[in-house]
């Protein structure tokens, strides 16, 4: 696989055709595959792509089966260079196939052999435990240390002792991990843990990330002991029967793809390339998409930790489980936007195309859109709108969608000159807190009277309201309602409860709900009525409901208790914990932002998991990346023009790099907190002759120049290369002068801290900030 996106397009859609015919006429001659001579692994072949390029494979005949599996694509050169120090081994103790090469297989330190280092180890591993107590104390004296130099600005925290908890012996006899490797693992700090694991090209690198998130020792080889026994010594081909059952198991899945039918490699090779997280699946990732759950359940995780894939292999997994008994489901796959929601089309049609995606609500396949596209349709299509009495209090045949936030002024004023309101300067009769009362509080208890709203409960919600408040709340939300039953007008919270309404009542009619599975991708920033909604489509029961999201990237709402809507995920909710697409350095700056504020999981949700689980940072070992790459770029300016200068050269570099190795300049995205500051910066750049492409809501664009957008716009994106711009002290919103009490406050810091954490994560290698002035207060420079 990554030797593949190192290849040129044109030469990737010729390796799918040879790997089509070498499955369907390995014996053709236009193939040419070649045995080699002077090899490790005398299974080892070369196949012909052109005249340039080679791809090599295994070729495993034993008991009548012919499986060919693929190494990797190279020139030619470099495949006839490498294929002599390849071999398949397999793992004796975990039972896994491993691709090995001579280099990995060579001792290190004092070229000790195999046996000696296990030797080692044992020792190591004695004088390891005799050690740990004292290790442990002056360990965590030296954090403190280094916490309180940290906090004085007296420079970089040291070294911070071993990451894991466990001793080389053990990552030798219960994980089967290589004698040298498991010796430098367990006395590994962050750092030398991170380039072990990078440098560990199989199964065995991942492993110990598994372990330094807190993965116990015991799940670790849960996930990836494949219950095969025999194999061999490192150096050492293993038998072919050996590698084939191992290849056969489904632990292996997380490794290999098996394909074993015409439709399989269609459906591969379909989707116009190889991309990694459309066959592969790391094994926590595995357990999640094929869990069998007796109601809702969901999955939360940092940025860049695979939920999204996770959400779209499950919803083709339920699909084709279906299928195979003869049925068909309803599955509908949802977000808060439409953007996400085609982008979420875009991989399920990529992993599975002959899966069916209707455009109509209640049709077997999988129906893909934004939330609040379903709860137009389901009002629009609705036979009888009668349930919109219980919500609003009126109904009509013919509901128009126009309603905005700038009526909420307009139902102030009237309640005031209608005499309801003492004083329109406290916070409880502002537009933005009687938003959030009204989407929170009144449509989702459709609650209808002054007198219903006197005694309802307000659990949650930051300002406390005495009945003299109360009445002057109502009133202004019956100024509004009135409003709307003039002009037979909904806004989009009262549309979603009005849809959870109308599905209800069709439920109790026919027995029926329109769904049979509801998946929900960015679920941290849907609302209550959506909530309700999405569970008024699907009647509760196995697999109802899977849910993704991530509390740190809650941009658009406020925080939701599901419990209260019929969705109780109590018991049933795990977190993700490896990132796989930001470097280790931009995740630690990424989280250095959600460091300074209120991020607590368990106090904002319904969560129940353990301490270990619910904590969100490096400094705790429970959220760690795969990659490593540079260090993140400041770009400090004196003013606006000093910036500006210093991004259009550092912009137009990044174009030159990636245009030389044949990509595409769309990869780098530059980042705003502001529409107005994005408009500047294009503006800025195309004077001085440098391209981009300004991206907003409605925009349709094409590849070839860097991509300029808000933070909001991003969610969901990702780049090869990201600059946040104009990340300075005026780059965030005022959260003190518009919040109506502290609660509010607090949660709109909270939200600022979100969006630059969102626009840090978007990038996979290389990020960097941008400001004039002063730079943001909750931004800093070393990331701690």
Request: charged share 25%; proline share 4%; hydrophobic share 40%.
């Amino acid at each position: 696989m990554p030797t593949l996106q190192k290849v040129p397009r044109e030469v990737a859609g010729q390796v799918t055709s040879t790997l089509e015919m070498l499955r369907t006429a390995p014996e053709s001659p236009g193939l040419h595959v070649e045995p080699l001579q002077n090899v490790k692994d005398d299974r080892i072949r070369s196949v012909r792509v052109n005249r340039k390029y080679r791809v090599l494979v295994f070729r495993l005949n034993s008991s009548g089966q012919n499986v060919w599996l693929v190494e990797g694509v190279y020139n030619h050169d470099a495949a006839y260079a490498k294929a002599p120090t390849l071999y398949l081994r397999m793992n004796p103790i975990s039972g896994t196939t491993e691709i090995r090469s001579d280099d990995d297989a060579v001792q290190t330190g004092g070229g000790y052999s195999e046996e000696e280092v296990r030797s080692r180890a044992a020792a190591l591993a004695a004088q390891r435990e005799a050690e740990r107590l004292a290790e442990q104390q002056a360990a965590e004296a030296a954090r403190e240390a280094d916490v309180e130099r940290s906090s004085e600005g007296d420079g970089e925290a040291g070294p911070t002792g071993p990451v894991l908890s466990v001793t080389a012996q053990q990552l030798i006899d219960d994980l089967g991990l290589d004698p040298h490797l498991a010796e430098q693992a367990a006395e590994a700090d962050d750092t030398t843990l991170y380039a072990l694991a990078q440098k560990t090209k199989n199964w065995q690198g991942t492993a110990l990330l598994d372990l330094a998130t807190g993965t116990s020792l015991q799940d670790v080889r849960a996930a990836y002991f494949t219950g095969v026994t025999g194999g061999s010594a490192v150096g050492t081909p293993s038998g072919t029967a050996d590698v084939l059952q191992s290849l056969s198991a489904e632990k292996s899945q997380a490794n290999y793809h098996l394909i074993e039918d015409d439709t399989a490699l269609a459906e591969v090779l379909a989707s116009g390339s190889f991309e990694k997280w459309r066959i592969f699946l790391h094994p926590e990732q595995k357990t999640y998409v094929e869990v069998n759950t007796r109601g809702p359940y969901r999955v939360t995780g940092g940025a860049g930790t695979g939920k999204t894939v996770v959400l779209v292999h499950r919803a083709v997994r339920l699909a084709r489980k279906a299928a195979e008994s003869g049925d068909s489901a309803r599955i509908v796959l949802t977000t808060y936007t439409r953007t996400l929601a085609d982008a979420l089309a875009q991989q399920v049609r990529a992993l599975a195309p002959s899966i069916p995606r209707p455009e109509a609500l209640g049709a077997p396949g999988i129906h893909i859109t934004g939330v609040d596209r379903i709860a137009h349709g389901a009002v629009t299509s609705a036979q009888d709108l009668t349930p919109m009495v219980d919500v609003l209090g009126w109904t009509t045949r013919t509901p128009k969608f126009s309603r905005h936030a700038s009526e909420w002024d307009a139902a102030i004023h009237a309640a005031a000159v209608a005499g309801a309101l003492r004083d329109r300067s406290q916070p409880h009769v502002t537009a933005a807190f009687l938003i959030d009362e009204y989407r929170e509080v009144v449509l989702p208890h459709r609650i209808l009277t002054e007198v219903d709203y006197l005694r309802v409960s307000r659990t949650g919600r930051g300002t406390r309201l005495g009945r003299a408040q109360r009445r002057e709340v109502w009133s202004v939300i019956a100024a509004y309602r009135e409003g709307g039953q003039r002009d037979s007008a909904l806004d989009w919270d009262e549309t979603s409860a009005v849809a959870a309404a109308v599905l209800d009542a069709r439920a109790a009619a026919t027995g029926e709900r329109v769904a049979d599975h509801v998946l929900v991708d960015e679920g941290q920033d849907l609302r209550p009525t959506q909530w309700q909604m999405l569970r008024a489509l699907v009647a509760e029961g196995e697999d109802d409901m899977f849910i993704a999201e991530d509390s740190h990237q809650r941009i658009y709402s406020n925080p939701v208790k599901l419990g209260r809507y019929g969705i109780a995920i109590r018991g049933r909710s795990r977190r993700l914990k490896l990132n796989y697409r930001t470097t280790a350095q931009n995740l630690d700056f990424a989280v250095s932002i959600l460091r300074g504020g209120d991020f607590d999981i368990a106090a904002m949700e319904d969560d129940d998991l353990p301490g270990s689980e619910v904590d969100h940072g490096p400094e705790r070992g429970t959220f760690r990346s795969i990659r490593t790459g540079p260090e993140v770029t400041f770009l400090p300016a004196t003013d606006l023009a000093d910036e500006i200068e210093k991004v259009a050269g550092l912009i137009r570099q990044w174009t030159e790099e990636i245009v030389d190795e044949g990509g595409d300049p769309s990869t780098i995205g530059v980042l705003t907190r502001f529409k107005k500051t994005r408009d500047t910066l294009v503006r800025a750049l195309d004077d001085r002759g440098l391209r981009v492409v300004s991206v907003d809501r409605n925009t349709r664009y094409r590849g070839g120049a860097p991509l300029v957008m808000t933070f909001h716009r991003a969610k969901g994106m990702e780049f090869t290369r990201v600059l946040l711009f104009g990340v300075d002290d005026s780059s965030s919103v005022d959260v003190a002068r518009g919040a109506y009490d502290e609660h509010a406050r607090e949660a709109a810091e909270l939200q600022e801290r979100s969006l630059l954490y969102v626009g840090a994560t978007r990038a996979r290698d290389q990020l960097a900030v941008a400001w004039a002035g002063t730079l943001n207060a909750m931004v800093n420079q070393d990331g701690k």
